[in-house]
């Protein structure tokens, strides 16, 4: 079946760590993203890449990297630097074409709780 | 910028009752808009769509209007189950243009159906 998987469902990270989130699609989708949702609130954009490697950064990028080194994958880091860093973390895919009405698919999400 | 603006939560209903979640939007463009539904713990799914005024998306009794006049893609469903209970986002994409896809979303409304 295609879709997005992300992984881990559960990640623990100690105060300055760096830790890695996974994200593959196999729905051939050039364009990709990060969104972290915190509780009642809406999902904020952190990056987002339209190509193999290159990305940019969305509204919240300070304390996040990311890659996109296969079109299949762009796992999100979240860095030291990410002073508040507990949140859902969500990735999502989406054809890159001019069409209108084309939606983004999301994965599972990773729920983020520091230690 | 763009923006969605959706009706606080939390909604609480009994069984079969009428349901309505407000949505308004900003946007510089002819966004195509979309709800999405997020049951618990897991990631954001479509629940409908329209791309231009006064289409009217539907699924699962679920309804929206595109009303360009009034800036607005309210959702409605004349009989909710506890099933349905779950969190609400709306949300816009303009036009591609050259970049990615983005999705800007409100800050969604929690929904819980009592039996």
């Known amino acids: 079946d295609g879709g997005i998987t992300q992984s881990p469902k559960y990640l623990f990270r100690k105060e300055g760590q760096n830790v890695t989130l996974s994200c593959e699609q196999n729905l051939n989708h050039d364009a990709m993203y990060w969104y972290r949702q915190d509780p009642g609130q809406g999902l904020r954009l952190i990056y987002y890449?339209?190509?193999?490697?290159?990305?940019q950064k969305g509204d919240i990028a300070e304390g996040y990297s990311v890659s996109r080194e296969k079109k299949e994958s762009f796992p999100l880091t979240v860095t030291s630097a990410q002073k508040n860093p507990t949140a859902f973390y969500l990735c999502a895919s989406s054809p890159q074409d001019r069409g209108v009405g084309t939606e983004a698919f999301f994965g599972q999400g990773t729920r983020l709780t520091v230690v | 910028g763009d923006s969605v603006t959706q009706m606080e939560g939390p909604v609480t209903l009994s069984e079969e009752a009428f349901l309505t979640i407000n949505c308004t939007y900003t946007a510089t463009g002819y966004p195509s808009l979309f709800w999405y539904v997020q049951y618990p713990g897991e990631g954001l799914q479509l629940l409908l769509k329209a791309t231009k005024a006064d289409d009217k998306g539907s699924n699962k009794g679920f309804e929206a209007t595109y009303r360009k006049e009034t800036t607005s893609f309210h959702l409605e469903k004349g009989s909710v189950q506890v099933s349905d209970s779950a969190v609400y986002f709306c949300a816009l994409s303009e036009p591609w243009g050259g970049s990615a896809r983005q999705l800007t979303f409100g800050s969604g409304t929690q929904l819980t159906v009592l039996p």
């Open positions: 890449s339209q190509i193999v490697n290159d990305f």
